[in-house]
């Protein structure tokens, strides 16, 4: 017999509308323990879906999809939308090659809005929408999810400041921070039924339109009575700043109770402003561990449901943000004026350690990047040595920031940027193949460790004996060290030779985590009577001294590397080598500069050709 019988019933939004209100609580629960069962075993986004699945089931009761287009913030909240939308089986390789995409995307289903893989975008995404269909004439709402998380970046605000009049709009705060007993009472309750009847809508714009019509005093009196009107909310909601950007605001409402909120989001279908509703929620609501610590189940690669952690104070498993964070904590003992920044990434960047042991040090600004490179910035003018860790594919949302608030004042503030290169499940949104070439181009000195061993000597030497002054970054990958990178060990140098051979007129050169695939095409070309030297870079950019000195005797150069072409370290050394009266033939094996698949990183380098093989046909001259 199914477990999920409910849920086996529906395959479009139809499907869903079809079934009694009644069994809607029956529903999400199915959806949350089919929700639970399949990310532990695929991995994904888990407690912010169990969070959103009764707001999403009541937007998809009272909406019509895609007539009415539902456009998340972040976007990993969309699990229960791509389920109610026909994709169930496509869970099975969530985030795989092949599978559904972890985020919205309208390539995969015409009922995804918009593709959304970073925050703070939902609502200038949807007012645009939204004025698009205005000025198309195109019925239908527009919806923004919006969790409390984007409330911190400021590009909300930016667009809630030009909302215009657009009665097609409702932004939906998902605010899982607040608690619903202190918030949710009983004349608060009454107060959002009463206001979000068809009857209220109806009266209020009637009223309002007799009375301005009163000739000398009727704008006056409507203008006293909506003054009076948001005094009483003030004193009730104690949040009208919605109110005074030009929303109506409803809520707190109970983001958990199904049955209501398809009511209410009926309801307001007759609005004539645009309406912001404010639900509490629960994140990671209905799995224990991920209620205790919704951060660690943000993004969970597959676990055992059975034995699932709780306490938030265990680390992570094994990897270069564990070893990174235990190594900064070490650092801040011997150096006072050390701080640590994250932008909502505590655990993700390994800096939950700094935080336990140097609370006064250690600052989360929210999901706010902008801000805090530039609030790196101000501290560090101010004499402090501040660390931003933070993910490479969130880097880019600082491009600004670094360029004018960091590299014009040459000020010391240090990148720990995190998931460098090339990214598994995220796909398109979350790569981090950008940050070589945006950097450089910034003047910034970056180092690319590929072990531990690398990341604990050039972390202690970018922050304790550092020569000059002016922003630094260390770029290392997700996960754990790779065997083979491991036993190459630190030599401290800024780039070192780990393959030479007698008489080799091919070098292969490369960083980080590919300089393996470097390490086993020369082996195999070797087998093959193809002798090849491995050049590998710690320190690529600028580029060390005396490394084009050493490529000189070379006739044909290959650079590898995880990163986009243009603009890439590759190009950089090709013009250096030029510039040096270098000629032979130069090979650049890279990321072209477009959308990558969400698959793990091996398929993605055997499609990009950075695997060893690609790497050997490159030389040998043979197509893929």
């Not at 998340?72 to 699990?79: E, I, K, L, R, S």
């Not at 800096?351 to 501290?379: C, I, N, S, W």
């Not at 910034?442 to 922050?463: C, D, H, I, M, T």
Request: charged share 20%; glycine share 10%; proline share 5%.
């Amino acid at each position: 017999m199914s477990q999920t019988p409910l849920l086996d019933l529906i395959h479009s939004p139809a499907d869903l509308k079809a079934l009694p209100a009644d069994q809607m609580p029956a529903l999400c629960g199915e959806i949350r323990e089919f929700l639970i069962d399949s990310v532990s075993r695929t991995g994904g986004h888990l407690s912010s879906n169990l969070g959103t699945i009764e707001l999403t089931v009541a937007l998809h009761r009272a909406l019509h999809s895609p007539v009415d287009k539902l456009v998340f913030d972040v976007g990993h909240q969309c699990y229960t939308h791509k389920l109610l939308t026909g994709r169930r089986e496509g869970f099975a390789h969530l985030r795989q090659d092949g599978g559904l995409s972890g985020f919205p995307s309208p390539f995969e289903s015409e009922h995804d809005a918009f593709v959304a893989g970073h925050g703070n975008t939902s609502l200038s995404v949807a007012i645009g929408i939204a004025q698009a269909k205005k000025l198309r004439g195109d019925p239908g709402k527009v919806v923004a999810i919006v969790g409390d998380g984007a409330f911190t970046g400021g590009m909300v605000y930016e667009g809630m400041n030009n909302i215009s009049v657009l009665n097609n709009l409702i932004v939906l705060l998902n605010d899982n921070k607040m608690s619903i007993s202190k918030n949710v009472g009983s004349v608060a309750r009454y107060l959002t039924v009463l206001r979000t009847s068809p009857q209220y809508f109806r009266a209020k714009e009637n009223l309002e339109n007799v009375l301005g019509a009163i000739p000398l005093i009727g704008r006056g009196t409507v203008q006293l009575l909506q003054g009076a009107k948001q005094t009483l909310r003030r004193q009730i909601y104690h949040s009208t700043m919605f109110e005074e950007m030009g929303f109506q605001y409803i809520g707190p409402v109970d983001g958990h109770d199904v049955i209501a909120l398809e009511e209410l989001f009926t309801n307001l279908r007759h609005q004539t402003a645009p309406l912001f509703i404010h639900a509490v929620t629960i994140k990671g609501k209905g799995f224990t561990p991920a209620e205790k610590n919704p951060g660690e189940f943000h993004g969970v690669s597959a676990f055992d449901v059975e034995h699932a952690k709780t306490d938030p104070d265990i680390a992570p498993p094994a990897s270069f943000s564990t070893e990174f964070g235990s190594c900064l904590v070490e650092l801040a003992g011997q150096q006072e004026r050390l701080c640590a920044i994250t932008a909502a990434m505590k655990y993700g960047t390994g800096l939950q350690f700094f935080y336990r042991k140097y609370p006064r040090r250690f600052f989360d600004v929210g999901m706010a990047e902008q801000h805090a490179v530039t609030f790196a910035a101000g501290l560090a003018s101010a004499g402090m040595l501040p660390v931003v860790g933070i993910y490479s594919t969130f880097l880019q949302r600082a491009y600004d920031q670094l360029l004018n608030d960091v590299r014009l004042m040459k000020l010391d503030v240090l990148l720990a940027v995190d998931r460098a290169g090339l990214v598994p499940g995220d796909g398109e949104t979350h790569q981090g193949v950008y940050d070589p070439a945006f950097l450089s181009q910034a003047g910034v000195f970056v180092v690319s460790p590929a072990n531990y061993a690398e990341l604990r000597f050039w972390l202690q030497k970018l922050v304790l004996s550092f020569e000059g002054h002016g922003p630094r970054a260390i770029r290392y990958p997700r996960g754990a060290e790779r065997p083979a990178l491991a036993a190459l060990g630190c030599s401290g140098r800024p780039y070192d030779w780990p393959a030479r051979q007698t008489g080799s007129k091919t070098v292969l050169i490369s960083y980080g985590s590919e300089s393996e695939d470097a390490l086993v095409a020369a082996e195999m070309l070797a087998g093959q009577g193809i002798k090849a030297d491995v050049c590998r870079l710690v320190q690529i950019h600028p580029l060390p001294a005396g490394l084009c000195e050493g490529l000189a005797g070379y006739e044909t150069i290959l650079f590898a590397e995880e990163c986009i072409g243009c603009g890439g370290i590759g190009e950089q050394l090709s013009a250096a080598l030029l510039r040096a009266g270098w000629q032979g033939r130069f090979l650049h094996a890279c990321v072209p500069n477009e959308a990558l698949p969400h698959a793990d990183v091996a398929t993605m380098k055997q499609v990009l050709g950075l695997d060893a093989q690609g790497l050997i046909r490159l030389v040998k001259g043979e197509s893929a």
